[in-house]
């Protein structure tokens, strides 16, 4: 897995992936190679969020999930983290009514009810606001860890083996899929992740056992639809063969 930028491009229609994933990576990075804050790479990221999120829409991708804010990142200064908070507010006041003309469908992971209760009730009226729609599904990944959704469908079995009757043999796979918070969404056949560093950072850990990795040198505010389109045509370019031949 390289993290050359991807620069080839192939003639015809290439498969294109139902769910693609990104996380979002260099913002940071980004506005000190502009001699800015910090805040300055957040707010460009949003100016990505938003292109990415059309250039999605545009080439048919049935569902896009964005990696906004880890479990993890409460670790950042306190500063940081409320910024972030207030650029979420924005983001969902300003964007919110284009979803809904969009026929985009908005989900959101994670325990993001952590956050204030402002915040929550803007992401519970946005969810609300676009349930009906019918279109392309974008999925905001809020205070979410891919360990502790995994934890929590473990646990949620574990009470249903006590209270519920369920043997153990009739825990399998589907089984715990069906508990995790993506369960609504397409299978993931593309996971990205910007900035050149190469690791899953805690994001979509089930999901991603059989999707595509792909790693650019690109930092997020930097990513645009051509850059997407890049990465689909080089997911239509690998041979997905899930374990066989």
Known sequence: MSSAPILETTAGDPERPRHVAIIMDGNGRWAKRHHQPR?????????????????????????????AFSSENWRR???????????????????????????????????YRRFSADVADLVDDAVARTAGNTGSLLAIALNYGSRAEIANAARELARRVRDDGLQPEQIDAPA??????TRDLPPLDLLIRTSGEQRLSNFLLWQA????LLFVDTLWPDFDAATLREAIAAFGRRQRRFGGL
């Not at 957040?42 to 048919?60: D, I, M, N, T």
Request: net charge negative.
């Open 39 to 67: 805040l300055f790479g957040h707010k460009a990221g949003v100016e990505a969020v938003r292109r990415v999120s059309r250039a999605a829409r545009e080439l048919g991708i049935e569902a896009l999930t964005l990696y």
């Open 77 to 111: 200064p306190e500063q940081e983290v409320r910024d972030l908070m207030g650029l979420l507010r924005h983001f969902i006041r300003s964007d919110l009514a284009e979803l809904v003309r969009e026929n985009v469908r908005l989900r959101v992971i994670g325990d």
């Open 176 to 181: 715990i899929e069906a508990l995790l918070e």
């Open 209 to 212: 056992a059989y999707a595509e």
